[in-house]
């Protein structure tokens, strides 16, 4: 049986905090934006604590898990630093994703297959506290057997090279990569993972992977910031939950 009802949308502020890292202060207040998103209707906030804290800071996340009513997703490295803080603040969920210092945002997916038991031992005690553990990965069957192994509960499957194909008029590449992603979500699916979706994703991109049956949420971050920009935050979440919903053959 395959999951075919409403997608969750979870909505990612690191891009506000972008801005308001580049001049410094306070504004665009990343929490504000959240708070907006969250009265809205957005299912969840993923915000990303890099080590470098490039965009989202530690007040960030502390001062989200105080506003929040809806589930925090936080994303982070397997590292120490970052278990420490999931352990201290207890979010819904923790993404384990890959971190590179020169890269300007999250560019593939983990490499699970090769730190198995690294990683079995890193996400232990955080599902033991309670977080529900998300593995951010290319829509390869290795790394989602492995993320299965190691008891991730959720993979969230990489759409950068898909939305990348598209956008650059590659389609034979685009069309590929969609059919990985649909294979892989179906199989994901089949071992018990709850499945996600997420990177790069705009208006022109979502609708054939929200009318995979499997998925149930996406994340979506740059885009959105950037379409509010123009229209604001919460005309363009609708918009995107619009296209979400018609692809489901929800009305």
Partial sequence: MTYSGKLRLGVNI????????ARGG????????????????ADGITAH?????????DADIEGLMEILTI???F??????????IALRHKPHAVCIVPEKREERTTEGGLEVAREENKLAHFIAPLRDAGCRVSI???ADLRQIEAAHRIGAQVVELHSGAYC?????????????????????SAVAHGLGLEVHVGHGLTYETVQPVAAFPEPVELNIGHFLIGEAIFRGLEPAMLEMRRLMDEARGIT
């Fill in 75 to 84: 994303e982070m490295a397997a590292t120490d630093e970052m278990q420490a």
């Fill in 136 to 138: 951010f990965i290319a």
């Fill in 49 to 57: 604590l890099r080590e470098d804290r490039r965009h989202i800071s």
């Fill in 14 to 21: 690191d891009h506000v905090a972008t801005v308001r890292n």
């Fill in 164 to 184: 990348d194909a598209h956008h650059e008029g590659r389609f034979e590449d685009r069309d590929r990569e969609l059919a990985a992603l649909r294979e892989m």
């Fill in 71 to 73: 589930p925090l997703n």
């Fill in 26 to 41: 306070d504004t665009p207040d990343p929490l504000r934006a959240a708070r907006i998103a969250q009265e809205c209707g």
